[in-house]
């Protein structure tokens, strides 16, 4: 079984519109779904937005569907690379959590996590050269809890190697990780930091989420 975990409605709708749903209820106050998506079973957990959000659903959804071998993160993150370009949609090779910093007290950098000793966690090998196979374009993400529009972040974000920033999949990363269950991220443009972020955001965010559909069917397939 496939486990999705989405943060918003907007974001879920391609793959809901294309489930055939069996269930349909409340998991930590989160809708949740369970049905076939073409023809696979399928459980899609909506997060809302934000790493505990994020990290909660992802850890509820494996809970209440132990048979879930593979966890899919699909939305939207700003592009901070310039070759990026609006409705973009990359398979995510790694992700880390730039908000966690224990510099001052520890000699590690920026998103270093201690019990998982590493900064950056790797989507699943196998899983992203499938996804990366059938969309062409890969990224690397950096995840905090905040939606910034300073092209100073975007560049302390470049400084760290990635090329997107959003706020769920390095939480959604970490709970795979422990859990040990493997996971890969797909993630479109939605904002640059070339442009104006925050109305770029507002602008492209359903156009963006939609970037998948073309890609949806073949993306299932071979997962």
Excluded: H
Aim: charged share 25%.
């Amino acid at each position: 079984m496939v486990g999705f975990v989405v943060a918003m409605e907007v974001e879920a709708r391609p793959l809901l519109e294309k489930m055939e749903i069996k269930e349909r209820f409340k998991l930590t106050s989160r809708d949740c779904y369970a049905g076939r998506l073409y023809g696979k079973e399928a459980a899609l957990i909506i997060s809302d937005i934000g790493k505990v959000n994020a990290a909660s659903a992802t850890q509820a959804l494996l809970f209440k569907f132990p048979q879930v071998d593979k966890i899919v993160n699909y939305g939207v993150a700003g592009a901070v690379n310039p070759e990026l370009k609006i409705c973009d949609i990359c398979a995510v090779e790694k992700v880390l959590q730039y908000d966690f910093d224990l510099s001052a007290i520890d000699d590690v950098p920026v998103g270093y996590i201690q019990n998982l000793k590493r900064q950056y966690i790797f989507s699943d090998a196998a899983l992203f050269e499938k996804v990366f196979a059938i969309l062409g374009k890969r990224a690397v993400v950096a995840t905090a809890d905040r939606f910034s529009a300073k092209r100073e972040e975007a560049s302390f974000i470049r400084s760290l190697g990635a090329d997107m920033r959003e706020m769920e999949l390095g939480a959604i990363a970490q709970v795979c990780c422990l859990s040990e269950v493997p996971f890969v991220g797909i993630k479109a443009v939605s904002d640059t930091a070339e442009g104006d972020a925050s109305a770029d955001f507002k602008e492209n965010l359903i156009r963006s989420c939609l970037s998948i559909e073309e890609y949806l069917p073949k993306i299932i397939e071979a997962l």
